[in-house]
């Protein structure tokens, strides 16, 4: 017979899945007098943080508003990171020891660059607030009861069942199912009621035949791109790129591949810019020097690196020693067109092995963002990648993740104060240490 706690005791919770929206959502319900206990996988928390950032975990982003967000509802996104938006976010980081500064494009990181003190603090920090860890522990089923929820799960081996008041579902999508969100949780939640959109991989290389371009494997430049679907325009996005041999990678192409994953069968072609980011410095140069002995070759290479430089004059047709004011005005206006708008036919995207973040999964409609509680199911609550919102390259994710999981653990816990310990919403000044403009290495 299982047996929830009675009304006088601590409301019991469970939360599924040790992530960055899993850590947060028990870290919050802990410290609001829930009776926590977080169920993962893994042997140890927070396995997916530690590879974020490249092992730096970028962790936030100051332009995280809603409309940076890929999300069916706007406003849904709005009154979360109105209820816990990034200045919430440092300040809770701040107090677990986790300073964070920002670069000059606005991406926050921990002080230490380090994603492992990022989870050592946050593990540290559920200590502190006594969640009880079930570490090595798979969930393998949520069933609902008349006092709350019977949560299945294996451990060494063996099937257990215990039971809770509320349940929280952190496991996240299946991006990098390796590090242990494989999205075995879907089907258990249908089966509480809710829909379940197509899961599809999001920040994710692109796969294109480069065709003329394949000799720039290993090369990275910033360009502006763009996603045409026939005549149709897309998406487009700016930012560095990586040729690589099955296609591009990189945060510019990245952004734009949930585009990609949702349309499997249409033509897309990526448009892409080589002179988004120089085009003044291109123009001035070109004028200085068009009736100048200057080889080409010295005069891209002032805005490309060496391969590149080759690779544009062989697709050209062109020398590389010949003087700019030998180049026919035709010549150098195609060149200059193709170095604009280079256009590649684009074939789809690497698998969720390859891919940041999962688009689709439970539709953020099902799910009050004022609490993050289920619509359909009460005492249920939903975080992070489980639902349908993908945010580009640069902390964004790490930022909803942990939005979420504070405002479900907050009200999982039932409290109604402000997640952060404040009534006030992210607009407030931060009382955080945090080092802005840090210079990178
Ligand atoms: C390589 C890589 C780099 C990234 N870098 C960044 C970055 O720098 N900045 C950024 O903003 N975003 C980044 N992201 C995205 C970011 O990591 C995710 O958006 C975020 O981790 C999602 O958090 P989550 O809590 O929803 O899910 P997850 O972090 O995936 O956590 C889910 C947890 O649930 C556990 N779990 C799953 N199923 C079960 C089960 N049945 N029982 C028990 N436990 C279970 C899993 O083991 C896992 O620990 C990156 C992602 C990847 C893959």
């Given at each position: 017979?299982?047996?929830?706690?009675?009304?006088?005791?601590?409301?019991?919770?469970?939360?599924?899945?040790?992530?960055?929206?899993?850590?947060?959502?028990?870290?919050?319900?802990?410290?609001?007098?829930?009776?926590?206990?977080?169920?993962?996988?893994?042997?140890?928390?927070?396995?997916?943080?530690?590879?974020?950032?490249?092992?730096?975990?970028?962790?936030?982003?100051?332009?995280?508003?809603?409309?940076?967000?890929?999300?069916?509802?706007?406003?849904?996104?709005?009154?979360?990171?109105?209820?816990?938006?990034?200045?919430?976010?440092?300040?809770?980081?701040?107090?677990?020891?986790?300073?964070?500064?920002?670069?000059?494009?606005?991406?926050?990181?921990?002080?230490?660059?380090?994603?492992?003190?990022?989870?050592?603090?946050?593990?540290?920090?559920?200590?502190?607030?006594d969640v009880q860890l079930r570490a090595s522990a798979a969930v393998s089923a949520i069933r609902k009861t008349s006092q709350g929820f019977a949560v299945r799960y294996v451990v060494e081996g063996r099937e257990e069942e215990q039971a809770y008041q509320k349940v929280i579902v952190s496991a996240g999508g299946m991006a990098l199912p390796a590090l242990g969100s494989r999205g075995e949780l879907f089907p258990v939640l249908e089966g509480l009621g809710h829909t379940l959109l197509p899961k599809r991989p999001a920040l994710a290389p692109l796969l294109i035949d480069l065709r003329s371009l394949k000799p720039l494997q290993g090369v990275r430049l910033d360009v502006g791109v763009a996603l045409w679907d026939g005549p149709r325009y897309l998406a487009t996005t700016a930012g560095n790129l990586i040729f690589t041999q099955w296609g591009l990678n990189g945060p510019a192409v990245m952004d734009l591949s949930h585009h990609v994953s949702a349309r499997p069968s249409a033509v897309l072609e990526l448009s892409m810019n080589f002179l988004a980011f120089v085009q003044p410095e291109f123009d001035r140069l070109l004028a200085r020097a068009r009736d100048t002995e200057m080889p080409i070759s010295v005069f891209l290479g002032a805005f490309f690196p060496p391969k590149a430089v080759t690779t544009f004059l062989r697709n050209a047709g062109l020398p590389s020693g010949i003087a700019l004011r030998q180049v026919e005005d035709s010549v150098l206006q195609r060149l200059t067109e193709t170095l604009r708008d280079t256009r590649l036919r684009v074939h789809g995207v690497r698998g969720f092995e390859y891919c940041q973040v999962t688009a689709g999964g439970i539709p953020v409609s099902e799910v009050d963002p004022e609490t993050m509680e289920s619509r359909l199911v009460k005492g249920l609550f939903l975080t992070g990648e489980t639902l349908d919102v993908v945010g580009p390259c640069g902390g964004y994710n790490l930022q909803y993740a942990f939005s979420s999981g504070a405002v479900a653990g907050r009200a999982a816990a039932g409290s109604l104060e402000h997640p952060s310990g404040s009534e006030t919403s992210d607009r407030r000044p931060s009382k955080s240490i945090h080092a802005h403009g840090r210079p990178k290495s």
């Open positions: 017979m299982l047996k929830a706690s009675t009304a006088s005791s601590p409301t019991t919770v469970a939360v599924i899945g040790a992530g960055a929206s899993g850590m947060m959502a028990a870290l919050q319900a802990a410290r609001h007098g829930a009776a926590v206990t977080l169920f993962e996988r893994n042997a140890a928390v927070g396995r997916k943080l530690l590879v974020t950032g490249a092992g730096r975990c970028n962790i936030s982003n100051d332009r995280a508003a809603a409309s940076a967000y890929t999300c069916a509802d706007a406003r849904w996104m709005e009154t979360l990171l109105g209820r816990f938006g990034v200045q919430d976010l440092i300040a809770v980081l701040a107090e677990i020891g986790i300073p964070v500064y920002k670069t000059a494009d606005g991406w926050y990181y921990p002080l230490s660059d380090s994603a492992h003190t990022v989870v050592n603090a946050f593990s540290s920090a559920l200590t502190l607030a």
